[in-house]
């Protein structure tokens, strides 16, 4: 049978999007979730501080869009599918956002990637 | 009656659509992961099927945290591609057959499975990229698709354990179907892959190998892992292996495997595919 679930502190830089970050991340992920929409995202390059204004997110989630911020967005609710809508307005892809993340060049982070196939 | 010709897995990687789009299937980086393909094209092309149900996640295209099923079946004539936010090309609308999803539905309804039916259903690259891969000419696909969404966005996901029996319950329904079709079950998404966190970047060769063989020969034992151990053993996103479970809980002939590939890397994510044939 299968097991309960355990904390998600247990896997380390692993973060489990679970009902308590949802709720924390509604406002920023449905920010995200319309980025789906070019003019939406036209919108955004427009007039940031209107657009987030619109969706209601708090100072933290404005802060981390500010500074594009992966593991920032993450702290405050951000689910990775709908940033991945956020971060491709910049042209930025699961690589450089990897990259991003974990404090390496793209370059380096492609060659860790690579490597595993080793 | 319909008969369930076999099962593949693949993986949907965005960036293989957009290698795809750019016509980049032989670069260096990407030659060593199209050169998979070939023989699961031919084996289609042979057999012919008439349906494709396409067992995959939804990555926030269709469904947003509003709403978001753990199982959904779509019930649409069609179902269309969309903008995604970042840059794959907008795919024609691919047909669906709304008599049989219903038959579907109705027939894991009353296995107890209580899915949310969709007559309109937006389809994401974990659908379009697997069917460019496996149908490069769309003039030439014939297949009529029927999509079951997973959801693997927000925890709690359904077990493994959950997802082998709905496939199980998934393979009675179309067995039941009074057509003469014939189908084949595809799961998408996998191996192992993580996109977020300080962990992104994690791949686990080791466990995608034993995975490979698991699913063919022994996909019961894979359904004693945990949710949260997949997500330890596979990444956050290899978790996508359940799709792979549905798809092979829906085989309940005599299986056997006519080809598999597997290659690191593509983008963030260890790249498998398996062909399955599944005899009366």
């Known amino acids: 049978m299968a097991t309960a679930q355990k904390p998600s502190q247990d896997i380390p830089g692993t973060v489990i999007f679970d009902g308590k970050l949802a709720i924390r991340g509604y406002a920023l992920n449905k920010m995200c979730y319309s980025f789906n929409e070019a003019a939406n995202r036209k919108a955004f390059l427009e007039n ?71 | 009656m319909a008969r369930i010709v076999g099962g593949i897995c693949t993986s949907h990687i965005p960036a293989i659509g957009a290698a795809i789009a750019r016509g980049t299937q032989n670069d260096a980086y990407w030659q060593p992961f199209f050169a998979g393909y070939p023989p699961v094209r031919e084996w289609l092309a042979e057999v012919k099927p008439d349906i494709a149900v396409m067992i995959y996640n939804d990555h926030g295209l269709n469904f947003f ?82 999509p079951i969404a997973i959801n693997t966005v927000q925890h709690p996901l359904p077990t493994p354990l959950r997802c082998y029996k709905f496939g199980a319950a998934i393979g009675r329904a179309l067995a039941s179907y009074p057509k003469d079709i014939d189908v084949v079950v595809i799961g998408t998404g996998g191996l192992s892959h993580q996109l977020d966190g300080q962990r992104a970047g994690f791949i686990n060769k080791e466990f995608d190998l034993m995975c490979l063989d698991a699913i063919v020969s022994d996909p019961r034992a894979l359904t004693n892992y945990s949710i949260h151990e997949l997500v330890e053993l596979a990444g956050t996103q290899g978790v996508e292996l359940i799709n792979w479970l549905v798809m092979r809980g829906a085989l309940t002939g005599k299986v056997t495997k006519l080809h598999s590939h597997y290659h690191i890397p593509v983008s963030n994510t260890a790249a498998g595919l398996l062909l399955l044939e599944n005899a009366a």
Request: charged residues 20%; proline residues 5%; aromatic residues 10%.
């Open chain 1, 48 to 118: 940031e501080d209107a657009y987030c204004a619109k969706f209601g997110l708090d100072a933290e989630q404005r802060d981390a869009i500010r500074r594009r911020d992966v593991l920032g967005l993450i702290a405050v609710g951000g689910n990775v599918y709908y940033l991945a809508k956020f971060t491709g307005i910049f042209g930025l892809n699961v690589q450089d956002i990897g990259a991003q993340q974990t404090g390496m060049s793209v370059e380096a982070f492609k060659a860790k990637l690579k490597a595993a196939g080793s």
């Open chain 2, 65 to 146: 945290l509003d709403k978001l099923p753990t199982f959904a079946i779509g019930a649409a004539p069609e179902y269309r591609n969309a903008d995604e936010g970042w840059g794959l090309p907008t795919l024609a609308p691919y047909p669906g057959d709304p008599q049989l999803s219903w038959h579907v539905i109705e027939s894991v309804v009353a296995a107890e499975f209580d899915v949310t039916s969709c007559q309109e259903m937006l389809v994401d690259h974990a659908f379009t990229v697997p069917l460019a891969l496996l149908w490069p000419d769309r003039s030439q696909m014939r297949v009529k698709t029927l």
